[in-house]
């Protein structure tokens, strides 16, 4: 990959066909309606590699898509080498944040990784939950809770890189 974003930003959970791509599809929305594409990189990858080379879960691409969310996505593992490609890494749950966290090589790596949804202040728990087993209402709550973990994450760059920010609502 060729890394020309000011910013780059990966979200991780454990088989990249729910979460992490719903996160990243929503992230990317996020930075191109601000007309920030070109300034941050947004990719996703899984702690496991069982779905690796997979388009999104049907579930999430039928949801996401009818939120206004298309998504593009080939399911891939994390590697320890996107702790060099990537400045911000945002784990789904708690066992994600751990995996993360045992591969990290240095103290750098470590304060790379962070749970998206701690960024919510209004979340009332810290992980996104895991809606493979359950039913289609699960989707749009993880779309829900992936939007509003975004949302302060991308507050925050605008913040720590001076662009220009606004909110941005959910369809
Ligand atoms: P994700 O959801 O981690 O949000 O992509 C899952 C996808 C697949 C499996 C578990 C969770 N699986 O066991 O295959």
Request: proline share 7%.
């Amino acid at each position: 990959m060729v890394q020309t974003a000011s910013v780059s930003v990966l979200f991780v959970c454990l088989g990249n066909i729910c979460r992490s791509p719903q996160a990243e599809g929503i992230f990317r929305h996020m930075t191109r309606e601000l007309g920030l594409s070109d300034r941050v990189l947004s990719d996703s990858a899984g702690t496991a590699a069982y779905h690796q080379g997979e388009a999104p879960d049907s579930r999430t691409r039928a949801t996401s898509a009818r939120r206004g969310v298309p998504l593009q996505h080939a399911a891939r593992p994390f590697h320890v080498r996107d702790f060099d490609q990537f400045d911000h890494i945002l784990a789904m749950d708690q066992h994600n944040f751990a995996d993360l966290l045992a591969q990290a090589r240095t103290a750098e790596d470590r304060n790379k990784v962070r749970m998206l949804r701690s960024l919510d202040p209004h979340a009332d728990d810290p992980s996104v939950p895991d809606p493979y087993y359950g039913g289609a209402q699960g989707f749009d709550h993880v779309f829900d809770v992936c939007w509003n973990g975004c949302e302060p994450l991308l507050r925050e760059l605008c913040a720590l890189h001076d662009w220009p920010y606004r909110p941005i609502s959910p369809k």
